[in-house]
């Protein structure tokens, strides 16, 4: 056969391709061709679907690679799109608390909360929460405190007020002076955070100073 004898043929119906000429012409064409011959087989079952009372359509998956026909007949999943959640980044809302009234000056056998803080001189916003709450647990006699009276209390001695979400939580999971209430948005002391105020309050070196003025 001479360099410009080629011949090539397609049978969709029967599954066949034939490839004939010279060696080199042949491996420089039969990836070309078999591309062609798949697009080819692809486009005939195509419009068999479309025809499902053709005989001939019925006929000829069979004939046909296993590969290719499972790469035609299954429809390609649709690419799911990730949708950018906006919440990733969403800043946390801290609830808003506003402060509750409470009895807080000094009466029959009780102090007032501006000497009994005075007296007692927290230094950070835990001991501060839970110098409130053991005022108001055993001087208020109450079971347990609203997060709304530990605002009032703070008001009352002219401290800023603090996130009381935060403090208390914390105070609860990293000090073990409070534990949670019945209710949401209460506490109640523990009895270390009892001991706490009792007897480490003021803090040492307050306790020498104040000893060095009586």
């Not at 046909?64 to 649709?78: D, F, M, S």
């Amino acid at each position: 056969m001479a360099d410009s004898e080629a011949r090539f043929t397609i049978n969709v119906r029967e599954g066949i391709v034939e490839l004939e000429g010279k060696e080199s012409f042949v491996d420089k064409h039969l990836e070309k061709f078999e591309e062609i011959f798949k697009m080819a087989v692809k486009e005939a079952i195509v419009k068999g679907l479309q025809q499902p009372q053709s005989l001939a359509f019925k006929e000829q998956p069979a004939a046909l690679p296993q590969e290719i026909q499972q790469e035609v007949l299954q429809p390609a999943e649709p690419a799911q799109q990730k949708v950018p959640s906006n919440n990733k980044h969403a800043p946390r809302v801290t609830p808003t608390i506003p402060p509750i009234p409470v009895d807080l000056k000094a009466g029959e056998g009780k102090p007032g909360l501006r000497e009994f803080y005075a007296e007692k001189k927290p230094a950070n916003h835990y001991e501060k929460a839970a110098v409130c709450v053991y005022y108001l647990t055993k001087f208020n006699k109450q079971q347990e405190v609203k997060f709304g009276e530990i605002l009032s209390c703070y008001e009352e001695v002219n401290e800023k007020k603090p996130s009381i979400v935060d403090i208390i939580k914390n105070s609860i999971r990293y000090k073990g002076w409070l534990e949670p209430g019945s209710e949401k948005f209460s506490t109640r002391l523990t009895i270390s955070g009892e001991n706490f105020v009792k007897f480490d309050l003021p803090a040492q070196g307050e306790k020498v100073a104040q000893q060095a003025l009586v």
